[in-house]
């Protein structure tokens, strides 16, 4: 009888750009950005999670916010904090001064896995709930948390977990 063995499923490694290409994405998102200054970016949904998957990224957590006005017009995409390979500080208190300073009624708060697998972690979860919380404190509707992996989102809400 024969047998034959699996090889066990391994991740791809994380994606590295080579200066040349780190120069056309750099473009890319400049081309982006200008033509978000004259068109929503929340035309539709998919349009929200390209332009996230595209934006960011990278070889380190970065956790940005997307300030919106009333009409789901983008206010402002920042990018509060970057951390490590595994882990970046995000304090409620700073998503919610800056929305306070903008004026924006609803906002989206996105950050990336670089190790490419965006399920949520229990981190994940406990700090996208304290921002929920702030959020309701002050009036401002969070609409949803998005995790960007290597080709593919996770929307929090989505997911039912705001």
């Known amino acids: 009888m024969t047998r034959h063995l699996r090889k066990p499923a391994i991740d791809p490694p994380p994606l ?5 290409e780190q120069a056309v994405v750099y473009e890319a998102r400049q081309i982006l950005l200008r033509h978000l200054n004259q068109n929503p970016v929340l035309s ?15 070889e380190v957590e970065r ?23 595994d882990h970046v ?18 906002l989206i708060i996105v950050h990336n896995h670089p190790a ?3 399920e949520p ?8 709930r304290e921002i929920l919380k702030a959020c309701a404190a002050l009036g401002v509707t969070l609409h ?12 929090l809400r989505a997911r039912g977990e705001i």
Request: proline content about 4%; overall charge neutral; some cysteine.
């Open 89 to 106: 500080p995000v304090y409620p208190r700073e998503v919610l001064r800056r929305s306070l300073a903008l004026n924006a009624s609803a």
């Open 63 to 85: 956790f940005h916010v997307l300030y919106l006005d009333r009409k789901n017009r983008l206010l402002s995409d920042e990018c509060l904090a970057i951390g490590t390979i």
């Open 44 to 58: 539709s949904w998919q349009a929200v999670l390209d332009y996230c998957a595209l934006t960011i990224r990278g």
């Open 116 to 118: 490419g697998d965006p």
């Open 144 to 155: 949803d948390h998005i995790i960007t992996g290597a080709g593919r989102e996770t929307s």
């Open 121 to 128: 972690s229990a981190a994940d979860l406990a700090m996208t």
């Open 16 to 20: 590295r750009f080579s200066a040349q």
